[in-house]
């Protein structure tokens, strides 16, 4: 049993100073103001009056601290290093994104993912696969090279839901291609999230595809590789800010100005928006040159981009985007902290994750409350990062 002891605790519903949090068998058994009573038999973690929040969920990243998945024989080295980086930075659980490639690529690459997340056991748990692509628009491509891109086909995406088996849990695609209702209604039938994404749909298109009937239930990183919103055409913005469909958003201050975040957040509530990551390899690393899709890419001054200038994912980690979340919208930390936790919980209908009760999973972490710098990350009650200094 195991006492985590002397923190300001965040639960869904109230803050509590001088906490004490009681761990038994990978579970939160109790929760307290103060110490109650004298435990024997416990193991003492003193939280040193920081922050102690819920394990922080990133639905979409393709890697942390130099690593990045590459080909499938690396699928099981590639994933244990991501899962043991990014828990340095509070996660706990994740879905990883796969690099692109031709349809056979892609198939061996999501068995292969598949192999290895059973075998991933140290650090954060990976909790499947967000497949972004190939199935976008290559008008709204990103740092996608146009070549890798392909028109949806619900034949194909039945083979990769095959070869993952069971671990595709979101599907990014854009719903104004060719074939692409046919592929959300398959991935809708076999319990997987279709999000809309990378698309240059109209305000019409994407309200119709966020709607009950469109079986897309999820926005891949608000404002990034879709149509904007203008007061005379909505856009998949407004028709994604209309929808009752949550919304990824990607954090950095350089994906959307903090202004913007916090514009949205007054008009939504938090309880729309999810913060990921989208990070690369250089998540969490200095600057310097790094690769993605066969490119190569830039980090300067925390920004990574391909030679055009095109931003190419991220460097972000997801206690930062978190920390930017309470700066640039003046939130509290606690709703700060929904946005990584609670609400990517909830997509995935994870019930045991994403908050701090008992009975929940003691997926923990404890950081500096103004900094955001973490100090434990303890995933079902096991502690897998520490940081004394």
């Known amino acids: 049993m195991i006492a985590l002891t002397n923190g300001t605790l965040y639960t869904p519903r109230e803050k509590i100073s001088n906490a004490t949090l009681v761990i038994d068998n990978g579970k939160i058994r109790a929760i307290e103001s103060t110490v109650q009573r004298p435990m024997s038999n416990v193991q003492i973690i003193d939280a040193r009056h920081h922050a102690i929040i819920p394990g922080l969920i990133d639905l979409h990243t393709f890697g942390c601290l130099g690593a990045q998945l590459t080909t499938p024989e ?5 994933l244990a290093a991501i899962a043991r980086n990014v828990a340095r930075f509070g996660v706990t659980a994740f879905l990883i994104s796969p690099p692109m490639g031709d349809p056979d690529f ?3 690459m999501l068995g292969a993912i598949a192999d290895a997340i059973p075998r991933a056991c140290e650090g954060a748990r990976c909790l499947g696969i967000h497949l972004e692509g190939p199935y976008l628009d290559p008008e709204q491509r990103g740092a996608f090279p146009r070549d890798c891109l392909r028109e949806p086909n619900a ?5 990769w839901v095959d070869a993952a088996r069971g671990f595709l849990k979101i599907v990014t695609l854009a719903p104004n291609l060719p074939g692409a209702e046919a592929v959300a209604n398959l991935l809708h039938a076999r319990g997987i999230i279709a999000s809309l994404g990378h698309t240059r749909a109209e305000y019409a298109t994407a309200r119709d595809a966020l709607s009950p009937r469109g079986n897309f239930s999820l926005v891949t990183h608000l404002f990034n590789a879709m149509t904007g919103l203008h007061h005379r055409a909505p856009g998949v913005v407004g028709a994604a800010l209309e929808a009752d469909a949550p919304a990824l958003l990607i954090n950095d201050g350089a994906h959307v100005h903090p202004a913007v975040v916090k514009i949205i957040l007054r008009a939504t509530g938090i309880e729309k928006i999810i ?13 310097g040159e790094f690769e993605l899709f066969g490119q190569r890419v830039t980090v300067r001054d925390g920004r990574a981009t391909l030679a055009d200038g095109t931003l190419a994912g991220s460097t972000l980690t997801l206690n930062r985007a978190v920390m930017n979340a309470r700066d640039f919208a003046q939130i509290d930390l606690g709703d700060a902290v929904r946005m990584a936790t609670r609400n990517p919980a909830r997509v995935l209908n994870l019930d045991a994750r994403g908050e701090l009760r008992v009975g929940a999973d003691a997926d923990i972490v404890v950081m500096h409350e103004e900094t955001g710098e973490v100090k434990l990350t303890m995933v079902a009650g096991k502690v897998v990062y520490e940081n004394d200094e």
């Open 74 to 78: 690396r699928a099981a080295d590639d």
């Open 106 to 108: 892609i198939a061996r």
């Open 275 to 287: 913060l990921v990551t989208d990070a690369i390899a250089g998540a969490g690393m200095r600057d």
């Open 155 to 159: 034949a194909e995406m039945a083979r």
